[in-house]
Structure formats: C-alpha cells, structure tokens
C-alpha cells in the first residue's frame, strides 16, 4: 500500500506534571529564586503532522511524515518516536538554522492549559523538499502556524499542493485558529485562501478557524454554529474545493461536496469516487462520550478518520461518523484504533479488514 502524506506543523509536546496548586499559586511561577517543585514530565508530538498523522496510522493506513525539524535532541526524539511506531514513516528535513519546535504545555489538575510555544523550525517549512511520488493523498497542516507557506500572498502554499496534484494526489488541507495579535493575524488570509482552495480537494478546518482567518472580511455574519458553517462550506466550495467538513466541536461535523465534474477531477482518492460523493450536504452529532478527557487533537483526529474512510472508499455517511468517531475517541482518552472505532461505528461495515464480512 502507497503511503499517504501527512506534511507541515508538527512540535514535542513537554507537558511537566502539575498540582492544582500551581494555579492558586500562579502569580508566584516566575518569582526570582523560588524552586517549584513538579512531577514528571511527559514528551509527546503534538502539531497536524503527529495528530492527524498518529491517528491515520492507529486506523490502518500507512502514512509518511514530511515535516521540518532542528539539528538537536527534540529533533531526534521526533525521529525516533515517529520510526518507533507501526506503519509511520518519517520523512523529515533537518534545518541548521532553527530549533525544533516545541510546546510547554502548563495544566494545573483541573483547570486549562496555557500554552508556551516556539515555532522554531516550523518557520523553514516550504515544502519545497517533498516528492509525494504517487502517493494517494497529500494532507498539510496548518498554514497558520507555518510563515514560509504563506510568502507573496501563500504563493509557496499554492505551489506545494499544485505539485501534489499535478503527480495525481488527492490534496488535502486543515487550518488552525488565527492569533490576530500574532505576525500572521495580519496576513491577508482571504487572498492566501482562495488560492490554496483552488488547488485543494478536501478542507476539514474548525468553525473557530475560519472565523478566525475569514470572519472579518468574508461578509459572514456571526451566526449560530450550524448556519455559520453553512456559509464558510459554501464559501470554500465556491473557491473551488471538492469536499468542506468543517467541525464546530460539540456542535458536531457538517461536510458539503461540490459536483461530480469538480470530484471526478479530485485525484487518486477521490475521483473513483466522484459519483457517490456529489453534491452531498449532511451534518453529523458528535458521538456521546462518558466524560471529556481532553478536546486536544480532537480536529485532527475527525480529519483522520475522514481521510482513512476516503481512503477504502466508504460513502460519505459514513466517513462523517468514522471522522466523529475518531474524534470521539480521542476526546474520551483513547486511540482511534479498529477495535474502538468499531465499538462505535454500527456492525457490518466494512472500514477495518478484521469487521469486514466474510
Ligand atoms: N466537548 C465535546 N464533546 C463531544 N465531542 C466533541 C467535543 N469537542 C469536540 N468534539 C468532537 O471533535 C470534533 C472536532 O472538534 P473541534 O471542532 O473542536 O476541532 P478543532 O478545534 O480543530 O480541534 P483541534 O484543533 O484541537 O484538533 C467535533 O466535530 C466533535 O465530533
Ligand atoms: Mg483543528
């Protein structure tokens, strides 16, 4: 089986353990001279890369990592942790000129993380170095978080996913929220996204990140999730997009299509599929979880499991259940192997080799 590509963001996640006194006591964390004492720290990858990519592989699929990372020990705990685990394959540049990126992730027990992130190499992204060779899919994410995609109006964007294309890859894209006090708050994010929904066949961005990037200018009124969503799928799928899910966390998945002659032109992935895939709309509830371990990953994982039904060429129903399904799995603290997945998905389908009829 071909890889699929998973390429762009991806950091270590250093998460110290903490008490929840850390939070009453959180004016005093940068005191001069104190000692705090913490529990142990865990090391993990976070970022679209190692979410989205993770996950793929936790369903089935063989995935290759493209991603930029620094000369330094996070960068070979990223190789290492990605060559360590079944059907991942990493496919990383080594930049000399940036650290690898990382997060410090700071959650007293019971209260919200606060996040401390370096972009680091993250910054020399360009994706100039990727040969996708004839590889099903190319997914990237998020232009957001990586500047030297978005140059002369995503100029590097645009290319990176005209490339995949012209090799026959279905291309797909995931954003992330725009920081509006950050250096690409005030990147015409309209102009960089008309032209990378051109040359895009799949976009599975949160509500939060189109609002985020395109609320300001695209004439979309704040509205409640559902109409909301409505109009940004609409919105994308007019800048020539094939296929819009866009999740609006526990306001659930609505994913719209374009037409066969747009879906029949949608790469190796999409295009056997053109006919059941058309003009589709549908909207699907989030699968109850008995409590909300974490939201963390919750997008990326819903785009993987959309992304591996498309890849055994299930209907668009059920591909949207799969991508809640996945999401829930995470958003309850667990894997979106075949075993959990198939506790949610109803009996009989055909998504995983081991639930396949005889
Ligand atoms: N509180 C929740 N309860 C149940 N399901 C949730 C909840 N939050 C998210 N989900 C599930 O996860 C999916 C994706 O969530 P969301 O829209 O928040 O993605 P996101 O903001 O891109 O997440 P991230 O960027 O952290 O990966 C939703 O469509 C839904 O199925
Ligand atoms: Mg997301």
Do not use: K
Request: proline share 6%; net charge negative.
């Amino acid at each position: 089986m071909t890889a699929i590509v998973v390429a762009g963001h991806i950091c270590v996640d250093l998460t110290p353990q903490l008490g929840a006194s850390a939070h009453s006591d959180s004016d005093r964390l940068l005191e001069p001279g104190r000692l705090i004492g913490v529990g142990a720290l865990q090391i993990g990858l976070g970022g679209c890369v190692a979410n989205t990519g993770l996950a793929l592989a936790d369903l089935g699929a063989e995935v290759s990592l493209h991603s930029t990372v620094g000369d330094d020990d996070l960068g070979r705990i990223v190789a290492d942790t990605v060559n360590r685990m079944p059907r991942l394959h990493s496919d990383l540049q080594v930049t000399p000129d940036h650290a690898t990126s990382y997060s410090l992730v700071l959650e007293p027990a019971g209260h919200d993380r606060t996040f401390w992130h370096h972009t680091g190499a993250n910054t020399d992204f360009t994706g100039e170095h990727l040969d996708v060779g004839d590889a099903p899919l190319l997914h990237l994410g998020y232009p957001p978080l990586l500047p030297g995609l978005l140059a002369d109006g995503g100029e590097p964007l645009e290319r990176m996913l005209a490339r995949a294309r012209e090799r026959g890859a279905t291309t797909s894209l995931d954003l992330a929220v725009v920081d509006p006090s950050s250096e690409v708050g005030a990147v015409d994010w309209t102009t960089i996204l008309r032209r990378a929904a051109a040359v895009t066949d799949i976009l599975s961005p949160s509500l939060d990140d189109l609002t985020s990037a395109l609320g300001a200018t695209s004439g979309i009124p704040p509205l409640p999730a559902a109409t909301a969503a409505l109009a940004y799928a609409d919105l994308l799928l007019g800048w020539g997009a094939a296929v819009v899910a866009i999740s609006a966390g526990s306001d659930g998945l609505l994913m719209r299509t374009a037409g066969a002659d747009r879906l029949e032109r949608g790469g190796r992935l999409l295009a056997p599929l053109a006919a059941r895939w058309a003009d589709t709309s549908l909207r699907v509830r989030p699968f109850a979880v008995d409590r909300v371990e974490t939201t963390n990953g919750a997008g990326d994982a819903s785009t993987a499991g959309l992304l591996f039904a498309l890849s055994r060429g299930a209907s668009p129903t059920l591909a949207a259940h799969a991508a809640t399904a996945a999401a829930a799995a995470v958003v309850s603290g667990r894997r979106p192997t075949p075993e959990v997945m198939s506790g949610m998905l109803p009996a009989g389908v055909h998504l995983f080799p081991a639930t396949e009829a005889p």
